[in-house]
């Protein structure tokens, strides 16, 4: 009996440590070898590699290889095309900074030398919708899209035809020059909107100088004086665009919307035949360079005029009149309170609801805008069409991340309406097939 339990205690205590081998904590056996892999990290001038026998990437890497279409590196396909195209282009004034940057000289878009691009006379959005839809250029640049409900599709035109590609986000100023001691003066929608419908016309105008704070403050006191002394630029010089404007657009969206102007948002020109608008003493512009140099030469006078244009050497006597945010701050404009109306409006940006002015918050400016470049969705020419995807999607991507927008006075496309501007540019093709996708 005693010998068989003793067997029995010892027949289980062998198996209890067999057990207890075969489950030893996992800890306890050889770790399994990982098979040598590549991680990736794309910086603003390269793309790295790093390989790695660990499960996880180094900091700042990723086991993705990130595609490098619109990065302007090596191996980036927008840098590709098939063959030479030279590329007519014109439209928005508003744009010509930025066209100017990426279409000429040492920053331009080339594709190995490949691309040129005509002159850019920016003749104006409405030159812009007209042109790419007649066929006389490439590329027509528009601070609006091409829609029915905006009233800026051409006639004869099909909407559906074309591809509206955000091209740059930026923001219009209402400019000024009185002179020495007249910087910041404060204008609200309402008084900007009643200067030019002809119903201010001096600047020492009762609600200007009260804006201003008053016949006791110093810029108050000083509009006062004009009145007072009979100076001659007293009397406002109202400047405005005498062709049809995507700034004009932007500008009466503004005044309608935060100025209870009776007038809708309309690009057409806002006086002479017509006479939308009841100004009577004015002075045309033919565009945002020459509305600038209007104000610069024309002491009393007030215009609107793309932001860029008050950064330009030359232009330094062109005054920026302070204007309200939405929640009722003064405001000078910086593209941080651009950035700001974008960052208000969502990035859902589409040629249906496209305006960005007037937007609720704090330190948002109110006059702002992005401009559009409108392209034939069936191209008639393959080397032609395939440099038109690749220059814009180089534009919106490259061109925004790398500086050449902001330094031309832009703020850079949210990561969101980038991402859109190529989705639009994947719906142009020739014979069916999509041209930004094609490695050349």
Known sequence: MNKTLRSMTAATLTVAGLLAVVSLPAAATAKPKVKP?????????????????????????TVTK?????????????????????????????????????????SAYSAGGKVSFSSYPAAGSGTGRTDITNGSVNIGFSD????????????????????????????????????AGFDNVKLTAAEVAAIYNGTVTQWSDPTIVATNGGASS?????????????????????????ASSGTTYAFTDWLHQAGNATQNASGNVMEGTGAAWGATNVLAAANNAALAQDIVNTLGSIGYVEYSYVLIPGNDAIQTASLQDKNGQWLQPTLAEIANAAS????????????????????????????????????????????VVKYLDWETH??????????????????????????????VTYNGTVLLNQAS
Not at 37 to 57: D, I, M, P, Q, W
Not at 79 to 92: E, R
Not at 408 to 419: F, N, S
């Open 37 to 61: 892999h590549t991680c990736y990290e794309l910086t603003a001038t390269a793309l790295k590699t790093a390989r790695v026998t660990t499960k996880a990437c180094p900091k700042g890497f």
């Open 66 to 106: 990130p595609s490098l279409q619109g990065t302007g590196i090596a191996g980036d396909t927008d840098l590709n095309v098939p063959g030479t195209a030279s590329l007519a282009i014109n439209g928005s004034s508003f744009d010509a900074p930025e066209v100017g940057a990426t279409t000429s000289g040492s």
């Open 144 to 179: 609006q899209p091409m829609t029915p409900t905006a009233g800026t599709l051409p006639s004869g035109a099909t909407e559906a035809n074309y591809a509206q590609v955000p091209y740059i986000l930026g923001g219009g100023v209402v400019g000024y020059n009185l002179g």
């Open 218 to 242: 110093g810029v108050g006191k000083a509009l006062a004086a004009l009145g007072t002394n009979n100076e001659s630029r007293d009397t406002i010089k109202v400047i405005y665009r005498g």
């Open 344 to 387: 208000a409006a969502g990035t859902h940006i589409t040629p249906d609801s496209f305006s960005i002015v007037n937007e609720p918050g704090n330190n948002v400016w109110p006059f702002a805008t992005y401009s559009w470049a409108l392209v034939l969705k069936a191209q008639p020419n393959e080397a032609t069409g395939e440099a």
């Open 398 to 427: 490259y061109a925004q991340n790398r500086g050449i927008a902001q330094g031309e006075g832009y703020v850079p496309l949210p990561a969101a309406v980038q991402a859109y501007a190529r989705a639009q540019l994947q719906q």
